[in-house]
Nanobody, 117 residues
């Protein structure tokens, strides 16, 4: 089965930075578009960044200019560099494959990002 393992979250002050990683196993990683999602308490999970199998990227407006998604196909890993973090970025962050704009795999455990002074 496909496994998704997110890491890199933590507690950071407003304006700080974090780099999240998502290690993918059990599939042909390079063939998948990948996305980063986040879910805050009481809110719907939302897609915040997407990277295609060819490396093109898309971002939700609220994170555009602050977050950067990237992938390393040799390492089967997707990254999310998060800069200028705001309290409203606080959420559990998940990665997943995207197929026909739907998630392809079972969700991993996510990684908690807390932005607070």
């Amino acid at each position: 089965q496909v496994q998704l393992v997110e890491s890199g979250g933590g507690l950071v002050q407003p304006g700080g930075s974090l780099r999240l990683s998502c290690a993918v196993s059990g599939t042909i990683f390079s063939s998948h578009a990948m996305g980063w999602y986040r879910q805050a308490p009481g809110k719907q999970r939302e897609l915040v960044a997407r990277i295609s199998s060819l490396g093109s990227t898309n971002y939700e407006d609220s994170v555009k200019g602050r977050f950067t998604i990237s992938r390393d196909n040799a390492k089967n890993t997707v990254y999310l560099q998060m800069n200028s973090l705001k309290p409203e970025d606080t959420a559990v962050y998940f990665c997943n494959g995207l197929m026909y704009d739907r998630t392809a795999f079972v969700w991993g455990q996510g990684t908690q990002v807390t932005v607070s002074s």
